[in-house]
């Protein structure tokens, strides 16, 4: 008998949607091993992409997500180039297409991307040979923030499936959201998404009708084995759909009163940047149920295994 071996069929990450349950169980996998690596007490770098080419092109705000990716390159051996939107010539007119055929032109092997544009990735790939990574596109998906929040999932709960989990907030604003809904319910999980009516968009229904919806957080706090915060993302207009930070806060903010009724043990996540005081206190932010900064922890060697399968699609790696 043969065993046939994996192999990850994506040239690019532009999203979870088109992951099997396997593609998401290998790269979860893959950033165990690269955890280990992490966790070295003295060198903490593999050759895995040694002589590779590595460009990161943020044209919008990032704390997280460039400086994770920058870290897992650096560990990854890469070489790297940053590009700098507002020293580049896209401030003379040239257009993203012609930005990218100019790197390309360069050769890279990856280019890790985020844009305010939803669909700006999947655009580029159509244009390009080297590999795409999807860092963030507008409203539409953050792949990498959805493994590393699976991956802090299945680290503390060993796995996804069954789980029960609430996210709370601006639904309608959030790429965290939308590939997180892919992720988990490919994986088995129970979603709840809960925010005001106005940020609860009605055709989610039609895409992903396994997840309940609601308005009432109270009603649905005490059965989640874990709840994903989200900030309300004013910059994106957010505040026209709410009357106010005021009411906002007094019917969806996680707060200690609110985490005396959810179970014991739950799992509080966000995926930054948090608002203190709005959409989350700072007592729970800190509190000991608090998975935050391990979120960012585990982004790095996640950020890893997915640059390492698309630069190694045969990586030793099997489910
Ligand atoms: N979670 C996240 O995407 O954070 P940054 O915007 O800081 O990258």
Request: charged share 25%; hydrophobic share 40%.
């Amino acid at each position: 008998m043969t065993t046939e071996r994996y192999v990850f069929p994506h040239k690019h990450l532009l999203g979870i949607e088109p992951l099997s349950p396997t593609d998401i169980t290998v790269l979860l996998d893959q950033a165990r091993a690269f955890e280990e690596v992490c966790e070295r007490p003295d060198i903490k770098i593999v050759p895995a992409l040694r002589k590779k080419l590595v460009v990161n092109l943020f044209f919008e705000n990032s704390t997280r997500t460039r400086n994770s990716f920058e870290i897992a390159q650096k560990r990854l051996s890469a070489e790297i180039i940053n590009f700098d939107a507002d020293a580049s010539s896209l401030t003379k007119g040239e257009t993203l297409i012609d930005t990218a055929l100019n790197l390309e032109a360069m050769h890279p092997d990856l280019i890790v991307m985020r844009h305010s544009a939803p669909g700006a990735h999947a655009l580029l790939a159509r244009h390009m040979k080297a590999s795409i990574v999807n860092a963030g596109d507008g409203s539409h998906e953050h792949p990498t923030q959805a493994l590393l929040d699976a991956y802090t999932l299945r680290k503390k709960f060993g796995k996804l499936e069954g789980l029960k989990i609430a996210i709370v907030g601006d639904i309608r604003h959030s790429r965290v959201v939308r590939s997180n809904l892919w992720l988990l319910t490919k994986m088995g999980a129970k979603v709840t998404l809960v925010g005001p009516p106005t940020l609860l968009p009605k055709d989610m229904k039609q895409t992903w009708p396994m997840v309940e919806f609601t308005s009432d957080l109270d009603a649905v706090l005490a059965e989640q084995d874990a709840i994903m915060m989200l900030r309300i993302q004013f910059e994106r207009g957010t505040g026209g759909y709410i009357p106010g930070q005021g009411e906002y806060i007094k019917f969806f903010q996680l707060n200690a009163a609110r985490m005396k009724r959810a179970k014991k043990d739950v799992a509080v996540l966000h995926p930054g940047p948090i608002n203190r005081g709005v959409e989350i206190t700072s007592e729970v932010a800190d509190g000991p149920n608090n998975l935050i900064l391990d979120q960012v922890t585990n982004g790095v060697p996640v950020r890893m295994a997915v640059m390492y399968m698309l630069c190694n699609p045969h990586g030793e790696q099997v489910p």
